[in-house]
């Protein structure tokens, strides 16, 4: 009953330095987002992808870039990070094209630091 | 999506109902509302979402009032562990890929 799973959940990063996170969902689910959390703030949205193929800008895309590689997995690349992006980065994955009102399943994060 | 607004904190005693307000007065007419809740520094968990007609699940109940300005989650009967930020947000149905915008949310506190 693993849901949405990323990895990793701890990561400490330079500055310049590239990295991707990895998303994984088992739910069989076609939409998969991105998203930022920073301190005492709600989410931001960085990309989405609603189907296999397909990927779109959120809110706050600058510095960062998705790949859709098949229908479970949704990665997230920063190639030269930097310390505003220090931040906790969470994935979710919804039902069929995210209408029919489908509720967004989220996983449990991965906080990044970047120095 | 319209904006919501909540409190920004709340206490509730253990055991009695938490009532959680939101109001979103520019919310149109294909707009749903939806409820999520944060605990600690976990993801998001969904708790229930409605478009005019109240609601109910295992987790709370969501009321909207009938001009849908505004709306009310209830969790009947509050324990510890419904310690957690709660968010209010409203989303149109568009057939693609939704998009949630969170705000900063309700900090429940459950207290014995």
């Known amino acids: 009953n693993a849901g949405v799973t990323q990895t990793p959940k701890f990561q400490v990063l330079k500055t310049g330095q590239s990295m991707t996170l990895q998303c994984a969902q088992d739910?069989?689910?076609?939409?998969m987002y991105w998203y930022r959390q920073d301190p005492g703030m709600g989410l931001r949205l960085i990309y989405y992808?609603?189907?296999?193929?397909?990927?779109d800008k959120g809110e706050v895309p600058n510095g960062y870039n998705v790949s859709r590689l098949n229908k479970r997995e949704f990665s997230l690349r920063l190639e030269s990070a930097a310390p505003s992006q220090t931040s906790v980065y969470f994935c979710a994955s919804t039902r069929k094209g995210g209408g029919s009102n489908q509720p967004q399943h989220f996983g449990d994060g991965t906080r990044l630091s970047i120095l | 999506d319209a904006k919501t607004t909540q409190p920004p904190s709340m206490d509730c005693a253990e055991g009695r109902a938490a009532n959680l307000p939101c109001n979103h007065s520019?919310?149109?007419?294909?707009?749903?509302v939806y409820w999520y809740r944060q605990i600690h520094s976990q993801g998001p968990q969904y708790i229930i979402h409605?478009?005019?007609n109240n609601e109910t699940n295992e987790m709370a109940s969501l009321i909207i009032t009938e001009d849908r300005k505004s709306s009310t989650l209830i969790l009947p009967h509050a324990t510890l562990r419904d310690t957690a930020v709660y968010y209010c947000?409203?989303?149109?149905?568009?057939?693609?890929?939704?998009?949630?915008?969170f705000g900063t949310g309700t900090r429940l506190q459950v207290t014995l």
């Open positions: 992808s609603a189907s296999e193929g397909t990927t």
């Open positions: 739910m069989n689910h076609n939409s």
């Open positions: 409605g478009l005019k």
């Open positions: 520019t919310i149109s007419g294909n707009e749903y």
């Open positions: 947000i409203v989303r149109v149905e568009t057939g693609t890929a939704s998009k949630l915008t």
